[in-house]
């Protein structure tokens, strides 16, 4: 079975718990150099990041 690394509990700036440094692009490419498969960006109350984040 293939395994995947993913980390599925991240938020971006416009989440109250999020820092101003969590861009979408600076989440995507982090993501990707830490070599993860798929990420999920779980921010408070808005779903505005979405389309930035998708690929």
Do not use: W
Not at 28 to 51: F, K, M, W, Y
């Amino acid at each position: 079975m293939k395994e995947f690394r993913v980390d599925l509990h991240l938020h971006t700036c416009l989440s109250p718990c999020g820092s101003l440094e969590m861009s979408p692009q600076r989440i995507v490419e982090t993501a990707l150099e830490r070599g993860l498969d798929a990420i999920a960006v779980t921010d408070h109350n808005s779903t505005l990041q979405g389309p930035e984040i998708q690929t």
